[in-house]
């Protein structure tokens, strides 16, 4: 199962929503939790959904390369996280090395060279600390959530970018942020963050790109991602509810099946206890339990393979929780692309 080229203007597979007793239809997802609304990070959780082992294999090669055209190698995620590493936990008692996102790993050199984390100072800690994630998709611009940067009086020079990094405050160097776009359509609801939740950071020069510091693709707006299919999602977040990643603040990788937006509707719907749609055609799900992001992923990337090709299909938005029985909530790349390339070059110029 694999990304789809849909035709424009036709809707996605599973992004339209039946709202006609779409929330009395539906089994409860799981516990109650309080869905926290917090301004700079949104926590969001993994919702159940099962992937056939011929499905999980389908999507991996040999020893981690993809086999792609005119004799060129594309590096490939690496096996699931159950089979990668042992399961995440903040007790320094345990043997295994401490790491991040809820069922997460500890990210390899290089393999997410676009991954970059979005600073502020004035903490309390003296330091410009790390508040949400965000990608490198031009050599002068990153694409983030819009509620990682919606203080009231947040102005660009208040924050920072941190490039080619895997662990958090390793030999900072910090690039500087001369101008904040946020989506004009964007705005909360009590559950949430609702629709149009993407914003663009330009950066006061342009990066040299290398091994270590590169950009990740944008979809196509007829890109179709299907239910099931196996993508990553990488971060710096809590490794559970109040759980923050403990030192040494390595970044995190995790494998989430995309959910259906009317399965997702579904089960925000009865745990919302709402009639309303909750999940929007701009928002894209996934997730399963106990693999997942939570605060301090906010804005970060869900990138999907085509092509041999990293593509980025979702941003971080929001969730009910850590690492339970429901699905993360992204905007939806394909959404936004046409009001991306409204304000950054559709290639990166000389």
């Known amino acids: 199962m694999g990304i789809k080229e849909g035709p424009g203007g036709t809707a996605r597979e599973g992004s339209t929503m039946d709202k006609a007793g779409a929330g009395k239809a539906c089994a409860s997802p799981g516990p109650l939790l309080m869905l926290w609304l917090l301004v700079l990070t949104a926590p969001w959780l993994g919702g159940s959904v099962p992937i056939s082992p011929g499905e999980s ?51 390899p050199a290089r393999r997410y060279p676009w991954q970059v984390s979005l600073r502020f100072h004035g903490m309390g800690s003296g330091q410009w600390q790390h508040i949400c994630g965000g990608s490198l998709i031009h050599p002068q611009w990153v694409l983030t959530a819009a509620h990682c940067v919606e203080l009231e009086g947040l102005e660009a020079a208040t924050l920072r970018v941190q490039v080619g990094q895997l662990r958090l405050y390793d030999h900072d160097q910090l690039c500087n942020v001369t101008e904040i776009i946020r989506h004009p359509n964007f705005n909360m609801s009590w559950y949430g963050w609702d629709s149009a939740d993407i914003a663009l950071l330009k950066l006061e020069a342009p990066l040299t790109l ?68 909750v999940i929007k055609q701009d928002m894209l799900c996934a997730g399963s339990e106990g693999h997942d992001s939570c605060q301090m992923d906010s804005g970060g990337p869900l990138v999907c393979r085509w092509k041999c090709t990293w593509i980025q299909v979702g941003v971080v938005s929001w969730g009910y929780g850590c690492g339970y029985n429901l699905p993360g909530v992204y905007a939806r790349v394909t959404s936004y692309v046409s009001w991306i390339h409204q304000h950054i070059p559709l290639s990166p110029g000389p």
């Open 210 to 277: 290398s091994e270590d510091v590169n950009l990740v693709s944008l979809p196509s707006p007829s890109l179709i991602v299907p239910p099931g299919m196996l993508c990553w999602v990488t971060g710096w977040g809590d490794i559970a509810d109040h759980t923050p990643l403990p030192p040494p603040y390595h970044l995190q990788e995790v494998e989430v099946p995309i959910v259906g937006n009317r399965e997702c509707n579904c089960h925000y719907q009865t745990i919302l206890e709402q009639d309303d749609e």
């Open 57 to 107: 294999q389908s999507l991996r090669c040999a020893q981690g390369v993809w086999d792609c055209p005119l004799g060129k190698s594309f590096p490939g995620p690496p096996p699931s996280s159950g089979e990668a590493c042992q399961p995440v936990s903040a007790d320094p008692g345990l043997r295994h090395e401490q790491v991040g996102i809820v069922g997460g790993c500890k990210v």
